[in-house]
């Protein structure tokens, strides 16, 4: 109950400090960060952080889906579509579906989700949403979803903007269940900026994944090949109906929640030092995904030439195992941990100096965002939020997560069909 009155305090704060409507100027969303794969005690949360990784490898399969389903291909360096993953206990050792109704619900939360008001509707209902710049959906749960009770939900029949279209939502998840339901068009407004007519899914059957989870849905910022609606996600819908003063959204995600903001239709300078450096992404499968990178450890190039992905929805970076590993043989004292998940841990005392350059800067990934804990407590070892996993994004593509998101400011520009980085304040 503590926590459940602690999310509906965060709620409120957010109502509160929300930005009024600013007919097309840029907004700022305040957003709430949901904790990290570390436990209370210091120590790595080693079956939450497995979860995650079903969790991201399933996300991927269901978005590559979309994108062929979508354009007819498969992303580049993708042969095949591999199974839904299974969850695989690491106290147990017992292989199962992925699931989550075993977990207290203090214990949801995670980096993976960064979260802020929508309002959906004529008269709006207002939504705690994740915000993704993985994947191209906004769904939220329907009036009519039995699983819903401690949830806001969607009452297409109390929106006099609301629209119901031919069709059904459908994401089904590794532990055999789904999210489903219908879809509509409605009117969306985040901060002040609004899109009429957007698509949108009001599920009435939650996947366990999210049955239990305070968040009431989730709003993809990516590109319209990723969408499972097959439509235009919220800001590219704002942007064409010319609410936005700029076709650009920026992330800043720090550890303290009233320091993490989405900034729509422009860049918040007030949080970042210097320019942007902009690469221009390299898919043409709907991803924010920027190529010719390298990873460097103290200063020293240990891969080169990949592509990555940036996703506010992925606590963690993942990256092609035998490529991580390069990265964990030039770190002193690192060893293998899990190899099927891909973990590694390395001395606490002596964190490495990873950082990331795709032919500019060199961005670097703080000790603190870099640990996921010590692997028991006074172990000294730590563990390295950097896992080497297939996410079936193909052997050359990296997925770069909040751990890497949340030591620099990160602009998103359709304008510039490009990802920007800056030095935070």
Known sequence: MAFKAAVLVGICALLVSATPYQDNGPVTIPLRRRASLIKADGTFHYEKAIQHNAKTINKYIQLITNVQRNTGRLPANVTDIRPLAIYSSPTSG???????????????ESDSEWAGLVAIGTPPTTFLIDFDTGSSDLWVPSS???????????????????????????????????????????TVTVGGIKATGQYLAAVTTESSEFEEDPINGLMGMAFPALSNLGQDPFFVTASKQKHVPQNVFGFKLAVATAASEL???????????????????????GFWQIGEARALVNGKTTVSGFQTVIDSGTTIMYGPPSAVEKVYAAIKGAK?????????????ASPPKLAFSWGGKSWAVSADNFSLG??????????????????????????????????VYTAFSFDKNSVGFATLK
């Open 144 to 186: 009519a979803c039995k699983d819903c009770q401690s949830k806001n939900r969607y009452n297409s029949a109390s929106s006099s903007t609301s629209r119901e279209v031919p069709g059904k939502f459908n994401i089904e998840y590794g532990d055999g269940s789904s999210s489903s339901g219908p879809i509509y068009t409605d």
């Open 374 to 407: 010590e692997t028991e407590e006074n172990s000294g070892q730590c563990i390295g939020a950097l896992a080497g996993q297939d996410v079936g994004l193909g052997d050359n593509v990296w997925l770069l997560g909040d751990s890497f998101m949340k030591n």
């Open 94 to 108: 017992v292989s199962m579906k992925l699931k989550r109704q075993n977990v207290s619900l203090a214990g949801l």
């Open 336 to 348: 293998l941990f899990d190899a099927t998940n891909g973990y590694y841990s390395y001395p606490c």
């Open 263 to 285: 900034y729509l239709g422009g860049t918040n300078t007030a949080l970042y030092k210097g320019a942007l450096e902009y690469h221009k992404v390299t898919s043409q499968e």
